[in-house]
Nanobody
Framework: QVQLVESGGGLVQPGGSLTLSCTAS????????MGWWRQAPGKYRELVAEVNTGRTNYGDSVKGRVTISRDDAKKTVTLQMNSVKPEDTAVYYC???????????????WGKGTLVTVST
């Protein structure tokens, strides 16, 4: 079982920046993907950014405004978003794709989510 603990979020002013961090713990063989998704009220969950098998993918709505970094030794992923807008308001979820140590199968894990509100 893998646990994801998120930190960061809260109230951010338009045009400001935010940093979100997520750390994974538990028993696993390896993490092949780690990143951030978000879900705004009444909308589907969408990709913000992820590092997946060495490739970095960004959601269309945030390209050019976000940077994602991953530290495999610390099992941590950090998202920095600049020039935030009110439409960035959402619950942000950490996600990890894991190869299980026991079965060798893959499992998707999700954090509990952290609310980001962009407002004056």
């Amino acid at each position: 079982q893998v646990q994801l603990v998120e930190s960061g979020g809260g109230l951010v002013q338009p045009g400001g920046s935010l940093t979100l961090s997520c750390t994974a713990s538990g028993t696993m063989f390896t993490i092949y993907a780690m990143g951030w998704w978000r879900q705004a009220p009444g909308k589907y969950r969408e990709l913000v950014a992820e590092v997946n098998t060495g490739r970095t993918n960004y959601g269309d709505s945030v390209k050019g405004r976000v940077t994602i970094s991953r530290d495999d030794a610390k099992k941590t992923v950090t998202l920095q978003m600049n020039s935030v807008k009110p439409e960035d308001t959402a619950v942000y979820y950490c996600n990890a794709g894991v190869i299980e140590a026991t079965s060798g199968g893959t499992t998707d894990y999700w954090g509990k989510g952290t609310l980001v509100t962009v407002s004056t």
